[in-house]
């Protein structure tokens, strides 16, 4: 289906995961309002009772709960309580947006395909936690965030979109974070929005996008630039 048939395509019914105060989840709502996504977001569930984002959720009349997953003896029992609360749901695509939990084969089985997560860094590089830190540490000259289809392992499924920012010599970890949350908010609802119209295709570890939408530009950042 092309893009312009798309908003012929009904929403797609999204649940949204988090642990903190819901930066991303807030784009997504945002995206939504301004017509740029067709979303139903059926529901917010956070690991944590006191996350910020579920009284985020709340305010904007989206239904939201927690789920403690430290009542569970497994990460398995915790996954198939997730499981059972988002099918109860009739959630269709799962966006993980900030949520700090590694989901076992029993969640990302459930939905093939159709879990979403979003990383601080260009995969593959710097998987894990503290990415923005260890880029700086490292020494590249770009970074940035990367939206992917979730698998069993960590930060290493399917690519769906990237986006890229410089790293400064002078950059610290906030510093940098602070730029590339400007991309995540940005980059996450429209990969949202790619699978909602139809345009999205698993084959083996490579996403592919119909009507891609390519820009003949020969040209490349580079940082720092020449002279």
């Known amino acids: 289906m092309s893009a312009k048939e798309s908003p012929a395509r009904p929403p797609v019914k999204l649940a949204v995961l988090i ?5 991303n989840l807030q784009a997504i709502i945002d995206a939504t309002s301004r017509g740029e996504l067709r979303a139903d977001i059926r529901l917010v569930v956070s690991n944590k009772a006191g996350a ?6 709340r305010r904007h009349g989206i239904p939201a709960q927690a789920l403690d997953h430290r009542q569970f003896v497994t990460r398995e029992d915790f996954d198939r309580a997730l499981v059972a609360t988002l099918n ?3 959630v269709e ?6 949520f700090m939990r590694i989901l076992s084969p029993v969640m990302v089985r459930a939905f093939p395909n159709r879990i979403m997560n979003i990383h601080p860094a260009l ?3 710097f998987p894990g936690v503290n990415a923005q830190k260890a880029a700086c540490e490292y020494g590249v000259r770009f970074s940035g965030c990367t939206v992917f289809f979730v698998g069993e392992g960590v930060d290493d499924g399917p690519i769906i979109v990237q986006a890229v920012v410089p790293v400064y010599p002078d950059d ?6 602070a730029r590339i949350h400007v991309q995540e908010h940005r980059i996450y609802p429209y990969a949202i929005r790619l699978y909602q119209e139809g345009r999205l295709e698993v084959r083996g570890r490579k996403v592919f996008i119909s009507d891609f939408p390519t820009v ?3 040209s490349a950042a580079i940082n720092p630039p020449l002279p």
Not at 172 to 177: K, S, T
Request: glycine share 16%; proline share 3%.
């Open 52 to 57: 910020g984002g579920l009284e985020r959720a």
């Open 19 to 23: 642990s903190g105060e819901g930066t």
């Open 88 to 90: 109860s749901h009739e």
């Open 216 to 218: 003949h530009n020969s």
């Open 172 to 177: 610290d970890e906030a510093r940098l974070a």
């Open 93 to 98: 695509l799962v966006a993980c947006a900030g």
């Open 123 to 125: 995969c593959p590089a």
